[in-house]
């Protein structure tokens, strides 16, 4: 019998989606009498829980800080037991969102451009529209460095701008980002193959938490993406690509706006939701892989020194 612990919840802001993930995902393995689960939320037990369940992997299933920044997987590689999806360095640079952009560039991925601001040097409302109209121009996307789900995230003017920055001062840094309007596709990669690709047309201002996690937001879920051959394929490989690059493992999750003929890479995501309105198992299903086949297709690249 197969022993799977199952780690759900966490401290991050996107706690209660991570419990519908797993929600959803033990529902699935429960239907496998060969499988024995286990569905912990982390705390400071974790590793005297693992000694005593004694599992033969654990499917991680946390998603943004503590979960999906390498903090958890350094902690699991050190109790030397096989895990889910990315490895600790993977982890900790897609989720850091100056990091891995300054990667992509080096790779000649094309991300919007932007800037850090620091709340050390406070800038007045003066200073800070002249610098982003200096670098950057109106509008901006304004968001923490290190969140998932579009946590704390601000599509700003120079009207609201110095108001949304003073919202997330409880952050130390902020990226300021170009924004670029067109489409939203997002591609999901799958043990170094490429998934598939999903267009989304929120019907709020963009793909936003409630967007993302609300039926009642009603956006709009296109697939297969009507792109032209040549696009659909350069955004696929762009996708593996910086997936590659990072050294990702098991699935990742690639947010892009596509604008004048161009794929901007927003960010990649490591540990992608696996709830009913979620895009990897959309896009999965599309292509002919179930749920159950989803799932356990992440469970079988498990492993340790990754």
């Known amino acids: 019998m197969k022993k799977i612990l199952i780690l759900a919840g966490g401290y991050s802001n996107e706690k209660e989606i991570s419990l519908q993930t797993a929600k959803s995902v033990y529902k699935e393995l429960s239907k496998d009498k060969k499988k024995k689960l286990k569905v912990i939320n982390p705390n400071g037990d974790l590793i005297k829980k693992i000694k005593k369940f004694k599992p033969d992997l654990v499917l991680n299933l946390l998603h943004g800080r503590y979960g999906e920044d390498g903090y958890i997987q350094s902690i699991l590689e050190n109790q030397k037991v096989k895990y889910t999806h990315s490895g600790v360095l993977s982890s900790s640079i897609a989720i850091d969102k ?10 000649n991925i094309l991300t919007p451009k932007y800037f850090i601001y620091s709340f050390k040097k406070k800038l007045n409302r003066k200073q800070i529209i002249l610098k982003i109209k200096n670098k950057l121009n109106f509008p901006v996307v304004v968001k923490p460095l290190n969140e998932g789900s579009s946590v704390n995230v ?8 110095y108001k949304n920055i003073n919202k997330l001062s409880h952050y130390s ?20 193959k ?3 690709a ?16 609300s039926s009642h937001a009603k956006t709009e879920h296109i697939i297969p993406v009507k792109l032209n051959a040549k696009n659909s394929k350069k955004v696929n490989n762009i996708a593996l690509k910086a997936h590659k690059i990072l050294k990702c493992r098991g699935v990742t999750r690639s947010d892009f706006r ?6 901007y890479l927003l960010e990649l995501n490591t540990q992608p939701g696996m709830t009913s309105l979620s895009l990897v198992p959309e896009i999965a299903n599309y292509y002919g892989i ?8 992440i469970i ?7």
Not at 98 to 107: C, G, M
Not at 154 to 161: E, R, S, T, Y
């Open 98 to 107: 100056e990091i891995s952009k300054k990667i992509f560039k080096e790779n």
């Open 154 to 161: 601000f599509i700003c003017g120079i009207k609201d701008i």
């Open 173 to 192: 840094e902020l990226m300021i980002e170009k924004y670029i309007p067109g489409r939203e596709i997002q591609v999901a990669i799958l043990n170094n």
């Open 194 to 196: 490429i998934l598939g």
């Open 198 to 213: 999903i267009e989304l047309k929120p019907k709020r201002k963009f793909y936003d938490y409630t967007a993302k996690y």
């Open 258 to 263: 596509f604008f004048n003929g161009k794929f």
């Open 290 to 297: 179930n749920f159950k086949r989803l799932i356990e297709k």
């Open 300 to 306: 079988n690249d498990a492993s340790t020194n990754k």
